[in-house]
């Protein structure tokens, strides 16, 4: 199973960003999935989750700029990101809570991430 993010760059302030994330190989079911950051010097935080059915949850910072969304026939997660500041500035990283071919169930998949640089 691999999880791989794209879309991340450099954006002024304000300006907006799609990140993705698709889950490939063997996967019979994915619950959750959800988008995480970390900054330099910082703790990885989570940013915004959703699940199966689609209930979404968001950080507090993020609250009204991002919104995450997903297309279970793609096996793929989003994250619209708007009206961004410096302070969300960061290395992204997708989660996949999923359950693979050759496993024993549901674990914890993670992606690469994809750096997200926002100018002031």
């Known amino acids: 199973v691999q999880l791989v993010e794209s879309g991340g760059g450099l954006v002024q302030a304000g300006g907006s960003l799609r990140l993705s994330c698709a889950a490939s190989g063997s996967i019979f079911s994915i619950n959750t999935m959800a988008w995480y950051r970390q900054a330099p010097g910082k703790q990885r935080e989570l940013v915004a989750t959703?699940?199966?059915?689609?209930?979404?949850n968001y950080a507090d910072s993020v609250k009204g700029r991002f919104t995450i969304s997903r297309d279970n026939a793609k096996n793929t997660v989003y994250l619209q990101m708007n009206s961004l500041k410096p302070e969300d500035t960061a290395a992204y990283y997708c989660?996949?809570?999923?359950?693979?071919?050759?496993?024993?169930?549901?674990?914890?998949?993670w992606g690469q991430g994809t750096q997200v640089t926002v100018s002031s």
């Open positions: 959703i699940l199966s059915g689609g209930s979404t």
């Open positions: 989660n996949a809570h999923l359950f693979a071919r050759g496993t024993l169930g549901f674990q914890v998949y």
